[in-house]
Protein backbone atom coordinates (compact mmCIF):
# COMPACT_ATOMS: atom_id res chain seq x y z
CA UNK A 1 0.00 0.00 0.00
CA UNK A 2 1.81 3.06 -0.98
CA UNK A 3 0.91 6.37 1.46
CA UNK A 4 -0.53 8.24 -1.60
CA UNK A 5 0.10 8.85 -5.38
CA UNK A 6 2.30 11.30 -7.18
CA UNK A 7 0.56 13.34 -10.02
CA UNK A 8 2.97 15.44 -12.46
CA UNK A 9 0.34 18.34 -14.29
CA UNK A 10 1.82 18.98 -17.97
CA UNK A 11 0.35 21.97 -19.04
CA UNK A 12 1.72 23.04 -23.23
CA UNK A 13 5.16 24.46 -23.11
CA UNK A 14 6.78 26.09 -21.62
CA UNK A 15 6.52 23.01 -19.14
CA UNK A 16 4.69 23.52 -15.98
CA UNK A 17 4.66 20.77 -13.35
CA UNK A 18 3.03 20.77 -9.73
CA UNK A 19 3.05 18.55 -7.35
CA UNK A 20 0.15 16.75 -5.20
CA UNK A 21 -0.05 13.60 -3.33
CA UNK A 22 -3.33 12.34 -2.13
CA UNK A 23 -3.09 10.69 1.03
CA UNK A 24 -4.64 7.91 2.60
CA UNK A 25 -6.23 7.99 5.87
CA UNK A 26 -4.38 4.53 6.97
CA UNK A 27 -2.65 4.79 9.82
CA UNK A 28 0.99 4.97 9.13
CA UNK A 29 2.20 1.83 11.35
CA UNK A 30 -0.54 0.05 8.95
CA UNK A 31 0.72 1.66 5.77
CA UNK A 32 4.14 0.16 6.54
CA UNK A 33 2.78 -3.14 7.90
CA UNK A 34 1.29 -3.44 4.73
CA UNK A 35 4.21 -1.48 2.68
CA UNK A 36 4.36 -3.16 -1.19
CA UNK A 37 7.24 -0.22 -2.28
CA UNK A 38 10.95 -1.37 -3.43
CA UNK A 39 12.68 -0.60 -1.14
CA UNK A 40 12.12 0.34 2.82
CA UNK A 41 15.36 1.17 5.02
CA UNK A 42 17.25 3.58 7.39
CA UNK A 43 20.30 4.93 5.98
CA UNK A 44 22.49 7.95 6.11
CA UNK A 45 23.17 10.48 3.30
CA UNK A 46 26.92 10.12 2.39
CA UNK A 47 27.18 12.14 -1.14
CA UNK A 48 24.48 14.00 -3.63
CA UNK A 49 25.25 14.52 -6.99
CA UNK A 50 23.19 16.44 -9.27
CA UNK A 51 22.35 16.05 -12.85
CA UNK A 52 20.02 17.79 -15.84
CA UNK A 53 17.49 15.56 -17.18
CA UNK A 54 15.52 16.51 -20.15
CA UNK A 55 11.73 16.08 -19.06
CA UNK A 56 9.33 16.56 -22.18
CA UNK A 57 11.46 18.91 -23.64
CA UNK A 58 12.73 20.55 -20.31
CA UNK A 59 15.57 20.35 -18.54
CA UNK A 60 14.92 19.37 -14.75
CA UNK A 61 17.72 18.69 -12.12
CA UNK A 62 17.80 15.78 -10.31
CA UNK A 63 19.54 14.17 -7.31
CA UNK A 64 21.40 11.42 -7.25
CA UNK A 65 22.09 10.68 -3.37
CA UNK A 66 23.96 7.41 -1.79
CA UNK A 67 23.38 5.94 1.63
CA UNK A 68 25.17 3.94 3.44
CA UNK A 69 22.27 1.72 4.64
CA UNK A 70 22.01 1.22 9.10
CA UNK A 71 18.74 -1.22 8.58
CA UNK A 72 16.63 -2.57 5.18
CA UNK A 73 13.36 -3.60 6.40
CA UNK A 74 12.41 -4.62 2.28
CA UNK A 75 14.34 -4.62 -0.97
CA UNK A 76 17.61 -3.96 0.05
CA UNK A 77 20.51 -6.24 0.13
CA UNK A 78 23.70 -4.90 0.53
CA UNK A 79 25.05 -1.71 2.80
CA UNK A 80 24.96 0.84 0.10
CA UNK A 81 22.28 2.53 -2.32
CA UNK A 82 22.06 4.62 -4.64
CA UNK A 83 17.82 6.97 -4.98
CA UNK A 84 16.99 9.26 -7.52
CA UNK A 85 15.04 12.09 -6.56
CA UNK A 86 13.90 15.38 -8.06
CA UNK A 87 15.57 18.54 -6.78
CA UNK A 88 12.57 20.61 -6.86
CA UNK A 89 9.72 20.19 -4.00
CA UNK A 90 7.11 21.22 -6.93
CA UNK A 91 8.58 18.05 -8.99
CA UNK A 92 7.48 16.01 -5.48
CA UNK A 93 11.84 16.20 -4.75
CA UNK A 94 12.60 15.05 -1.46
CA UNK A 95 15.15 17.48 0.11
CA UNK A 96 18.02 15.29 1.72
CA UNK A 97 20.97 16.57 3.20
CA UNK A 98 24.62 15.25 3.03
CA UNK A 99 25.05 13.60 6.75
CA UNK A 100 21.61 13.43 7.75
CA UNK A 101 19.50 9.81 8.59
CA UNK A 102 16.10 9.15 7.23
CA UNK A 103 13.62 5.79 6.95
CA UNK A 104 13.63 5.69 3.15
CA UNK A 105 10.55 4.31 1.19
CA UNK A 106 11.93 3.88 -2.29
CA UNK A 107 9.87 2.39 -5.84
CA UNK A 108 11.00 1.43 -8.77
CA UNK A 109 13.43 -0.94 -10.69
CA UNK A 110 16.30 -1.63 -7.91
CA UNK A 111 18.95 -0.66 -10.09
CA UNK A 112 17.22 3.08 -10.26
CA UNK A 113 15.61 3.50 -6.99
CA UNK A 114 13.14 6.79 -6.75
CA UNK A 115 12.19 8.77 -3.94
CA UNK A 116 9.42 11.39 -3.72
CA UNK A 117 7.60 13.95 -1.21
CA UNK A 118 4.87 11.84 -1.53
CA UNK A 119 6.13 8.80 -0.14
CA UNK A 120 6.78 7.67 3.94
CA UNK A 121 10.30 9.05 3.48
CA UNK A 122 11.22 11.32 7.18
CA UNK A 123 14.24 12.04 8.76
CA UNK A 124 15.05 9.14 11.20
CA UNK A 125 14.89 11.43 14.06
CA UNK A 126 11.26 12.13 13.23
CA UNK A 127 10.48 8.30 12.47
CA UNK A 128 11.70 7.09 15.52
CA UNK A 129 8.72 5.72 16.50
CA UNK A 130 8.25 3.79 13.50
CA UNK A 131 11.42 2.66 12.73
CA UNK A 132 11.40 1.05 16.15
CA UNK A 133 7.80 -0.71 15.36
CA UNK A 134 9.26 -2.01 12.08
CA UNK A 135 11.79 -4.13 14.24
CA UNK A 136 8.98 -5.17 16.60
CA UNK A 137 7.12 -6.24 13.27
CA UNK A 138 10.40 -7.88 11.68
CA UNK A 139 10.21 -9.98 15.37
CA UNK A 140 6.34 -10.41 15.44
CA UNK A 141 5.34 -10.41 11.99
CA UNK A 142 1.70 -12.16 13.00
CA UNK A 143 -1.33 -10.72 15.64
CA UNK A 144 -2.02 -7.02 16.24
CA UNK A 145 0.19 -4.83 17.35
CA UNK A 146 -0.82 -1.68 19.96
CA UNK A 147 2.25 0.55 20.73
CA UNK A 148 3.02 3.82 21.48
CA UNK A 149 4.82 6.15 23.85
CA UNK A 150 4.09 8.06 27.13
CA UNK A 151 5.70 11.40 27.08
CA UNK A 152 5.89 15.11 29.05
CA UNK A 153 4.88 17.77 27.28
CA UNK A 154 7.81 20.38 26.66
CA UNK A 155 7.36 22.85 28.61
CA UNK A 156 5.37 25.97 27.39
CA UNK A 157 3.81 23.47 24.70
CA UNK A 158 0.82 21.62 23.70
CA UNK A 159 1.88 19.63 21.04
CA UNK A 160 3.69 16.36 20.45
CA UNK A 161 7.66 17.27 20.08
CA UNK A 162 11.04 15.78 19.64
CA UNK A 163 12.23 17.03 22.73
CA UNK A 164 9.27 15.51 24.75
CA UNK A 165 10.13 13.56 27.45
CA UNK A 166 9.63 9.97 28.37
CA UNK A 167 7.54 9.22 31.92
CA UNK A 168 9.81 7.16 33.62
CA UNK A 169 7.67 4.81 36.06
CA UNK A 170 4.27 4.59 34.24
CA UNK A 171 2.39 1.54 33.90
CA UNK A 172 0.36 1.11 30.62
CA UNK A 173 -2.25 -1.41 30.65
CA UNK A 174 -4.11 -3.34 28.05
CA UNK A 175 -7.48 -5.06 28.85
CA UNK A 176 -9.54 -6.58 26.16
CA UNK A 177 -12.89 -8.05 26.64
CA UNK A 178 -13.38 -12.29 25.80
CA UNK A 179 -16.68 -14.13 25.32
CA UNK A 180 -18.51 -10.67 25.40
CA UNK A 181 -18.51 -9.66 29.40
CA UNK A 182 -18.13 -13.38 30.29
CA UNK A 183 -14.08 -12.36 31.37
CA UNK A 184 -12.03 -10.21 30.43
CA UNK A 185 -8.22 -9.87 30.02
CA UNK A 186 -5.00 -7.39 30.98
CA UNK A 187 -1.79 -7.39 29.70
CA UNK A 188 0.50 -4.60 32.03
CA UNK A 189 3.68 -3.38 30.76
CA UNK A 190 6.15 -0.22 32.17
CA UNK A 191 7.47 2.26 29.69
CA UNK A 192 11.40 2.03 29.11
CA UNK A 193 13.97 4.81 29.01
CA UNK A 194 12.61 6.34 26.12
CA UNK A 195 8.68 6.25 26.91
CA UNK A 196 8.14 3.04 24.77
CA UNK A 197 5.74 0.40 25.30
CA UNK A 198 3.91 -2.25 23.12
CA UNK A 199 1.31 -5.42 23.43
CA UNK A 200 2.06 -7.97 20.77
CA UNK A 201 0.49 -11.07 18.97
CA UNK A 202 -2.88 -9.82 19.62
CA UNK A 203 -6.23 -11.37 18.42
CA UNK A 204 -8.80 -9.01 16.66
CA UNK A 205 -10.91 -7.06 19.26
CA UNK A 206 -11.61 -4.00 21.21
CA UNK A 207 -9.01 -2.95 23.65
CA UNK A 208 -8.71 -0.18 26.41
CA UNK A 209 -5.23 1.32 26.82
CA UNK A 210 -4.49 3.05 30.50
CA UNK A 211 -1.53 4.73 31.36
CA UNK A 212 -1.29 4.95 35.03
CA UNK A 213 1.11 7.84 35.82
CA UNK A 214 3.24 7.65 38.70
CA UNK A 215 3.46 10.94 41.35
CA UNK A 216 3.22 14.09 40.15
CA UNK A 217 1.29 13.22 36.60
CA UNK A 218 -2.22 12.89 36.36
CA UNK A 219 -3.42 9.55 37.77
CA UNK A 220 -4.92 7.86 35.07
CA UNK A 221 -5.60 8.17 30.99
CA UNK A 222 -7.72 5.59 28.92
CA UNK A 223 -8.19 5.29 25.39
CA UNK A 224 -10.08 2.59 23.64
CA UNK A 225 -8.86 1.43 20.35
CA UNK A 226 -10.32 -1.26 17.49
CA UNK A 227 -7.51 -3.89 16.07
CA UNK A 228 -7.82 -6.02 13.40
CA UNK A 229 -5.79 -9.22 13.26
CA UNK A 230 -2.45 -8.79 11.77
CA UNK A 231 -3.48 -4.99 12.48
CA UNK A 232 -1.62 -2.30 14.25
CA UNK A 233 -2.21 1.03 16.37
CA UNK A 234 -0.03 3.43 17.39
CA UNK A 235 -1.28 5.59 21.07
CA UNK A 236 0.83 7.85 21.84
CA UNK A 237 0.13 9.33 25.71
CA UNK A 238 1.21 13.09 26.35
CA UNK A 239 0.88 14.65 29.70
CA UNK A 240 1.68 17.69 31.62
CA UNK A 241 3.46 17.67 35.37
CA UNK A 242 0.37 18.38 37.82
CA UNK A 243 2.46 21.91 39.10
CA UNK A 244 2.11 22.74 35.01
Known sequence: MRVGFLALVLIAAPLVKACTCDYSVVPRCQQLRSFRGTALFVGT?????????????????????????????????????????FASP??????????SRYLVDAW??????????????TGAAEAADLIRFLRTLRQHP?????????KKYV??????????????????ALDSQ????????????????????EFIGLPTGVYTVTAQMPSGFEGVLQHTVD???????QIDIRVRANAE
Open 45 to 85: VKSIRYRDVNLSGALVKEQLVTLKVEDAFQGIQGKKVEVRS
Open 90 to 99: SMCGYAFRKG
Open 108 to 121: GPRESLNVTSCGMT
Open 142 to 150: SGGIVFGTV
Open 155 to 172: TGSTFVSLDNKAVSGTTV
Open 178 to 197: LDGMLRSERKLTSVDSSGWY
Open 227 to 233: VDWNRCA
